[in-house]
């Protein structure tokens, strides 16, 4: 997520891309290296080496947090946050509650991040990052790779090492499931909210619906996405539906019903967040800042409303749903 773009080393500021039918076009990401435990790609799985650069404000940068967190990764790999409102220059580092600086490059933008990596280099800048210190550049800004390698490269320097969410034996349908739910509902939000014709809204909001409804028969039987287990797949869906009900809902016109509304994906998010070191890379107060004051396109006051009020510490009833 991030608006703005660099152009042969030059910051623009720019809106949301769009095709000639009003249907917002994610672009795709740039930094694609993969590190291993071994190094054979060239990048080594080493702590210390490596910092994530992130916004509490992001649901794709916050699936490398929580990764990070609940592997027990905190000491190995270093973090900093960006401020949640994105102004002229994007993604910036403060000073302000939640935020950590960037002590590694000492940038006041994030986009500077990307011009140590490539003077030269024209894109988009999102967070997340990892970064590599010893090579001086940044490794990745994918999600679902960045989580592939926290979960399964750094495991040797994990204090939660019995901890795996990518299990050989459910590999395919992890990532067949990720694939499901990535255009129709993880991007699916964004399509519909930053569409700028009815014909690209309907069609975003309805994939989006139909997909959760599929999703919502899904956990009638299943615990999680995949089975009986949490997954990298649950971690991808869980930080859509966190931010669905105070945001998207509202702010980017998802209202055929609520994450609430929905009994199976209401308890499976609670269940999902009630995991420990979860609610700590939750930060409401930031996602709400972000979206509603960094679009003035879809909300011109940046108002930012009070509610909804919502207990995600409420008790779940998905002890019992095993199969």
């Known amino acids: 997520m991030g608006l703005g773009i660099l152009k042969d080393g030059k910051w623009i500021s720019e ?90 490059n000492h940038t006041q933008y994030l986009w500077q991040v990307y011009l140590k990596a490539d003077p030269n280099y024209s894109g988009r800048v999102t967070v997340p990052i990892l970064w590599d210190k010893q090579t001086g550049t940044i490794v990745n800004n994918e999600s679902r790779e960045i989580i592939r ?72 039987e299943d615990r999680y996405l995949c ?9 991808c869906l869980f930080t859509t539906l966190f931010r669905f009900d105070a945001v998207y809902y509202v702010h980017f016109k998802c209202n055929l019903r609520r994450i609430v509304d929905y009994p199976n994906l209401w308890n499976y998010l609670k269940d999902l967040y009630q995991q420990p070191g979860v609610k700590e890379t939750c930060n409401l107060d930031h996602i709400k800042r972000h979206y509603y004051k960094s679009h003035p396109k879809v909300n011109p006051t940046r108002i930012v409303p009070k509610g909804p009020l919502i207990n995600f510490d409420e008790a779940h009833n998905r002890h019992g749903v095993n199969r």
């Open 15 to 104: 809106r949301e891309q769009e095709d000639d039918s009003g249907r917002f076009i994610r672009p795709s990401t740039t930094f694609r290296n993969f590190l291993t435990a071994d190094g054979s790609s060239g990048f080594k799985a080493e702590p210390g080496r490596y910092h994530l650069y992130i916004s509490w404000a992001c649901p794709w940068a916050c699936r490398t947090a929580i990764m990070r967190q609940l592997k027990g990764l905190q000491d190995a790999i270093g973090l900093s946050v960006v401020a949640p409102e994105i102004k002229e220059n994007s993604w910036e580092f403060s000073s302000e509650p939640g935020c950590i600086p960037d002590t590694v």
């Open 149 to 220: 390698m926290l979960d399964t490269e750094f495991n040797n320097f994990a204090k939660q090492q019995d901890v795996n969410f990518y299990p050989e034996k459910l590999r395919t349908v992890i990532d067949e499931t990720i694939d499901a739910i990535y255009q129709p509902i993880n991007n699916g939000v964004y399509r519909a909210g930053f569409a700028t014709t009815q014909s690209a809204y309907d069609e975003a909001v309805t994939e989006l619906f139909d997909n959760l409804d599929h999703w919502e028969k899904v956990l009638e």
């Open 227 to 235: 089975g009986d287990r949490i997954t990298q797949a649950d971690w």
